[in-house]
């Protein structure tokens, strides 16, 4: 796969990781909250082998913080309607899973 494929493709798990910490966060559902850590968890180990395969610049991070993002709230809108947050704390937790991970 080359750059621009990883690229795409990590962002989606970012994307992930960041809401699926969002609605952990914000659900009221107790019963969620297992299935939900186990998500994070899984998806992080996905984005790790992903994050190896190429050295990350700001310029890609910040692009990656970026497509991210506008996956979470595509996500958002359609799976989890229900759970509300800001666009700052998204913001803030997508830039916080980034910098982890790259």
Known sequence: MGKNDVVKSLSKVIANISLHKLV????NKPESKHFLESEIAEYRSVAQVKSQEFN????????????SLKILKSTKEKKYPDVEFSDKEAEKIVSETVNDLL
């Open 56 to 67: 990350w610049n700001d310029s890609d991070k910040r692009m990656i913080s970026e497509i």
């Open 24 to 27: 952990l966060t914000h659900t």
